[in-house]
């Protein structure tokens, strides 16, 4: 019982049960007008991406610079997502990709879906966490104004400012809507949303960049989290302010970051090459197809499919070699290589692996 972190347990099982029992009963006696979803809405949009644009690809990962609006904008709003302040929040990403899976990782995959997602909020941490890897956040005046103030803010931005304005539109019923729609109910989703990122984003889908972590992309994840979904990018191209890098993929992280560099208000977005995207797309294509050839079976048991798969195999596993080379190549000697010739190879890529999808899925049956 003394490794149980009360204040955070409590208010995250008393919100939880808010959020479904308090709200759907106050919008079946007095229901939830445009004005409520509104509320909902604004508040959803300004803290989610105060987290995601904020806590995570501003301030944990220095993927662009930030003019003080946009900073306290975020860091308002961030406090109002009730997940504590920049400066704790970015620590503790900081460790999870430093130690993911790992034992230091805060939100350890290995130890199960419900420790990712919440459980390791609930318990206190082994030892105190140290803030020696967010010096340079120490070190902003206004990331340790949130800090210390942190509790008034969340209660005043999160809680106070939705029923105020609820109030203002509908006297004190429209308060009590103001407060359980656009403040508890909104803290729930935000934060559930968040938990996804560490949890589901471990377990579901693709690895087309690496396999060094547990970390996948998945465009079902993407939906619900702002585009955080592409997990698997963002952890092997931590300082990118992309996540989802291809121009199809929903993120409107990206977007924001995107739009407020053309409005003036953050710049020095970081950007890896495409070339090193490529190489690294390339290098999990070959070991994808390495895994398969190991479990084709040979010998006198090869059937003629599974013989003409394996010989299919090394024909595009060669090809797949001969461009790695040629883009590692161009990256040591600092080149850039064309479009037209980056496009020709990500469609000779796109093909290795729908054929060894549609090979495996053969085989399979
Ligand atoms: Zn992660
Ligand atoms: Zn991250």
Same mark, same amino acid.
């Given at each position: 019982m003394n490794r149980v972190n009360w204040p955070t347990s409590i208010f995250l099982i008393s919100t939880l049960i808010l959020a479904l029992t308090a709200t759907p009963a106050y919008a079946f006696v007095y229901g939830i007008d445009w004005y409520l979803w509104l509320l909902f809405l604004g508040f959803f949009l300004a803290t989610g991406l105060s987290i995601t644009?904020?806590? +995570? $690809?501003?301030?944990? +990962?220095?993927?662009f610079q930030a003019k003080w609006p946009v900073r306290f904008f975020v860091l308002l709003f961030g406090a109002a997502s009730f997940e504590g302040s920049a400066i704790g929040w970015a620590a503790d990403h900081r460790y999870h990709h430093k130690h993911?899976?790992? &034992?230091? &990782? @805060?939100? &350890?995959i290995r130890k199960g879906f419900f420790h990712a997602h919440m459980?390791?909020?609930l318990v206190k941490f082994q030892a105190p966490r140290s803030l020696d890897n967010v010096k340079d956040l120490l070190s902003d005046p206004l990331c340790r104004w949130q800090d210390k103030y942190l509790v008034p803010l969340a209660f005043l931005a999160g809680f106070g400012l939705p029923t105020a304005l609820g109030a203002l539109h509908a006297g004190w019923i429209g308060a009590l809507g103001g407060f359980l729609v656009g403040g508890i109910a909104r803290v729930v989703v935000v934060q559930q949303m968040t938990f996804f990122i560490n949890s589901l984003c471990h377990m579901i889908g693709d690895q087309p960049y690496s396999f060094r972590c547990t970390a996948r992309d998945s465009w079902l994840m993407a939906l619900f989290t702002f585009g955080e979904g592409y997990h698997n990018f963002h952890h092997e191209? =931590? +300082?990118?302010? $992309?996540?989802?890098?291809? @121009?199809? =993929?929903?993120?409107p992280t990206k977007w924001t970051i995107w739009l407020l560099n053309r409005l003036g208000l953050?710049?020095?977005?970081k950007r890896v090459p495409s070339e090193k995207i490529l190489l690294a797309e390339l290098v999990a294509a070959q070991q994808r197809i390495a895994s398969h050839l190991s479990r084709v079976p040979t010998g006198e048991s090869m059937c003629r499919i599974a013989a003409a798969w394996h010989e299919c195999l090394h024909q595009v596993a060669a090809s797949l070699a001969a461009y790695r080379e040629e883009v590692s190549s161009a990256i040591e000697e600092k080149k850039r290589i064309s479009q037209e010739m980056l496009l020709m190879i990500r469609r000779e890529l796109r093909l290795a692996l729908a054929q060894l999808k549609l090979g495996a899925s053969i085989l399979a049956s």
């Open positions: 644009l904020g806590y +995570h $690809r501003l301030f944990s +990962h220095r993927s993911v899976d790992h &034992d230091e &990782d @805060p939100y &350890d459980g390791w909020l191209f =931590q +300082h990118d302010y $992309r996540n989802g890098v291809k @121009p199809w =993929q929903w993120d953050v710049s020095n977005l």
